[in-house]
């Protein structure tokens, strides 16, 4: 039985049989690579997201999470033009300290923040949104000793999250945020203690394509955040919003609505409680902006045909693109957007599964789909590898080689 994939991204077109990514031939991006398998992302997207972005949410701020794609010269490119970066460790940090972006404009989140990271991240004036109590007692003890004085938010765990969202971050019992009934003490010891409050941080779920699912997570975050500051009685300098807007991976999903959010959103704020009146506002997003502008590219090395089913065998594989293949956070696995790269204006006309190089069942790129013939030799693009690709897979499994990773398009 044939089954479906999610819908390529409309940006993508073709010179003749070959894919364009960011208006160049996928063929010439190899050349200038050197080899498959590879990631290109495109910057000329990129840009557009942050325009639409820009467009839509003219009082807030946009914030990049950088776990959906660190790589350096997308991270220097989109450094410069978003607002701030949200990092979930040193290493992170450091990334995000290297592209020029301002320590001021760094956020670190995340559970598990060891000392050593806490402390680099005071001296460097990157902002801290404090999973606990308890770290936030660490970072306070590690600026007192190092005499700098700390730049604290605190993340809340809601008591909501995001409804339909594919990845559930917030509502009872959670590693992530401190309970909001216990958020205004902490705010207090906080301030009382010295440090640097910076707001809140609240992060109700992730990859919603619903618009209303966001708008009334929205709103029941605004509200969150202002029942804390009159509890706390203090004005929060930033209130993050989290994010969530998701991108459609499958077939039948459609994408998110991200005009009505924002005019939703500006609503909800031009109402907001004068405790808030002075706030600055972010929505922290990783995959709406990158995922579509990535595509990975890998070889066909072997054509092969095992009980009536045809398999094409690749060069890459679940070791670069581990989200494909269905094993990152999937219960039923469902295809991407594939194509022959090489191949785009040939009818679909057989039912191949295109497979990885491991040697494991799990190694899927796509399922019984549907596409032209295709030969040892064809490059073969999977769409929707800007987020959560490499940075997100297994590279090290089996030794294989690594992938490539460049970029195409984008003014400067
Ligand atoms: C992962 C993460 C994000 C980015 O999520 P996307 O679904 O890629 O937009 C944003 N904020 C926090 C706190 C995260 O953990």
Redesign the pocket.
């Known amino acids: 039985m044939t089954k479906p994939m999610g819908a390529v991204p409309a940006e993508f077109g073709a010179d003749g049989s070959m894919l364009l990514i960011g208006g160049t031939r996928a063929d010439e991006l190899v050349r200038r690579a050197g080899e498959t398998p590879l990631f290109v992302y495109d910057l000329g997207m990129v840009d557009a997201r942050i325009d639409r972005f820009r467009a839509a949410f003219a009082e807030v701020e946009l914030?990049y999470?950088i776990?959906?794609n660190s790589y350096a010269p997308l991270l220097k490119h989109i450094g410069s033009r978003v607002d701030g970066l949200?990092v979930?460790s040193a290493g992170e940090m450091e990334l995000a300290l290297a592209s020029g972006t301002p320590a001021e404009r760094i956020s670190f989140?995340?559970p598990g923040k060891r000392d050593s990271e806490l402390a680099a991240a005071i001296a460097a004036g990157v902002t801290i949104?404090c999973e606990s109590e308890g770290e936030a007692e660490r970072a306070l003890t590690i600026g007192r000793q190092a005499r700098v004085r700390p730049k604290l938010a605190v993340?809340v765990n809601p008591d909501f999250e995001i409804k339909g969202s594919?990845?559930r971050?917030g509502g009872g019992a959670k590693p992530?945020g401190v309970d909001a009934e216990r958020v205004p003490n902490l705010v207090r010891r906080i301030i009382d203690a010295g440090a640097d409050w910076r707001g809140f941080?609240i992060?109700a779920g992730?990859?919603a394509l619903d618009a209303d699912s966001l708008i009334e997570a929205q709103r029941a975050t605004l509200e969150l955040a202002a029942a804390l500051a009159e509890d706390i009685g203090a004005v929060p300098p930033l209130v993050n919003l989290?994010?969530?807007?998701?991108i459609p991976y499958f077939h039948g999903e459609q994408p998110l609505d991200v005009e009505r959010v924002g005019e939703a959103l500006g609503q909800a704020l031009k109402g907001r409680h004068h405790l808030l009146a002075k706030s600055e506002f972010a929505i922290?997003?990783?995959?709406?902006?990158v995922?579509e502008a990535g595509v990975y590219l890998t070889r066909i090395v072997d054509r092969k045909v095992s009980h009536g089913k045809t398999f094409l065998v690749t060069d890459g594989g679940m070791h670069h693109q581990l989200a494909a293949s269905g094993n990152f956070g999937q219960v039923i696995r469902r295809n991407y957007p594939a194509a022959i790269a090489s191949r785009m204006s040939e009818a679909p006309c057989e039912e191949v599964s295109i497979v990885g190089c491991l040697c494991t069942p799990l190694d899927r790129l796509a399922d019984d789909i549907l596409a032209p013939h295709a030969d040892v030799g064809d490059v073969v693009a999977v769409f929707l590898a800007g987020?959560?690709g490499l940075s997100a897979s297994p590279q090290a499994f089996l030794g294989h080689q690594p992938a490539g990773e460049i970029t195409v398009g984008g003014a400067d």
């Open positions: 914030h999470a776990k959906a949200d979930a989140a995340g949104n993340r594919g990845m971050m992530f941080h992060f992730s990859q989290g994010g969530g807007f998701g922290e997003l990783g995959r709406w902006l995922g987020a959560y």
